[in-house]
């Protein structure tokens, strides 16, 4: 099956920090979704890009599909940014998301 | 409001007492899926269902049943659960087998 790689495991900003987090996958792929699951364990969907760019607010998202890597652009952190981010991807038919490890990450006032 | 929608939220319970995890959405999708979150082993995919009457195994399929009878609810049913299920479930749908997946809030399940 598909793999999914994320850069770094961990990420320690200070508020009003940018960061980047980077996300590999090991084949052509269908899906690409970026999420954010909060201290409650809730995961709340960020983008859904397999390819291209979107930006909604502070966050935005590139995806290069020919080079089978995704980014997620974090401006101006804020602490409730606190969190893990995941990326999940699928290639075959059946919308089967393998999730990467996730970085987690800590914005500090 | 657009939302999937879990119950219970929490549960502790006890080896070999079956019980069933619902799962609803409002948004009108054909695809429902169920994964299960564990710690150093992430997220993983239980059943999926890709219409009414239509479900099939994802990646940890072993101890759990699911059924679509109607389009917007996708029970997981666990007929014996057992400690090694303890874990936290999430349930999600997209409009098709293609798409943003949406995922529901988390079913905290703890099997003594």
């Known amino acids: 099956g598909i793999q999914v790689e994320q850069s770094p495991p961990d990420l320690i900003l200070q508020e009003g920090a940018n960061s980047t987090l980077r996300c590999n996958f090991s084949?052509?792929?269908?899906?690409l979704q970026w999420f954010h699951q909060n201290p409650w364990g809730q995961l709340i969907n960020l983008f859904y890009i397999p390819s291209g760019t979107k930006q909604n607010g502070r966050l935005s998202a590139t995806t290069v599909a020919t080079e089978r890597y995704s980014l997620l652009y974090i401006s101006s952190s804020q602490t409730t940014d606190s969190g893990v981010y995941f990326c999940?991807?699928?290639?075959?038919?059946?919308?089967?998301?393998?999730f990467g490890g996730g970085t987690r990450v800590l914005v500090k006032p | 409001e657009a939302q999937v929608t879990q119950n219970p939220r929490y549960l502790i319970t006890v080896t070999g007492k079956k019980l069933t995890v619902t799962c609803s959405q409002n948004m009108n999708h054909e695809y429902m899926s169920w994964y299960r979150q564990d710690p150093g082993l992430g997220l993983r995919q239980i059943y999926y269902?890709?219409?009414?009457?239509?479900?099939d195994k994802g990646d940890v399929p072993e101890g759990y049943k699911v059924s679509r009878k109607e389009k917007r609810n996708f029970p997981l049913i666990l007929e014996s659960p057992s400690p090694n299920q303890t874990s936290l479930y999430f349930c999600?749908?997209?409009?098709?087998?293609?798409?943003?997946?949406?995922f529901g809030p988390g079913t905290r399940l703890t099997v003594l």
């Open positions: 269902s890709m219409n009414v009457e239509v479900t």
């Open positions: 999600a749908s997209s409009l098709k087998w293609v798409g943003t997946q949406y």
């Open positions: 084949d052509s792929v269908n899906n």
């Open positions: 999940a991807s699928d290639k075959a038919a059946g919308n089967k998301l393998t």
